[in-house]
Nanobody
Framework: QVQLVESGGGLVQAGGSLRLSCAASGSIFSVDGMSWYRQAPGKQRELLAAITSGGSTNYADSVKGRFTISRDNAKNTVYLQMNSLKPEDTAVYYC???????????????WGQGTQVTVSS
């Protein structure tokens, strides 16, 4: 099986920065697209940023220019550098990945468990 484990969340003041990491592990042949979502209380889960295996990126308008997604294919890890954080960025942040399994070569979609980011004003 495959696990996605996020780290790097926490409490930060407005204007500050955090860097989230998400490492995929398990019976992995390859990791295709990876992305970051967030969900604030009472709101729907929102796609923030995505990156292909080749490094092409896309961002939601709400984070464009402030957040940067990157990945290390050798480590099956995706990062989210978050700068100029605002109180409205407070949410649980989730990573998501399309993973091709080693044994079957079938591709499945996986979610991390989420990491809390709280931005104080």
């Amino acid at each position: 099986q495959v696990q996605l484990v996020e780290s790097g969340g926490g409490l930060v003041q407005a204007g500050g920065s955090l860097r989230l990491s998400c490492a995929a592990s398990g019976s992995i042949f390859s990791v295709d697209g990876m992305s970051w979502y967030r969900q604030a209380p009472g709101k729907q889960r929102e796609l923030l940023a995505a990156i292909t295996s080749g490094g092409s990126t896309n961002y939601a308008d709400s984070v464009k220019g402030r957040f940067t997604i990157s990945r290390d294919n050798a480590k099956n890890t995706v990062y989210l550098q978050m700068n100029s954080l605002k109180p409205e960025d407070t949410a649980v942040y989730y990573c998501n990945a399309d993973v091709r399994l080693r044994v079957t070569s079938m591709r499945y979609n996986y979610w991390g468990q989420g990491t809390q980011v709280t931005v104080s004003s």
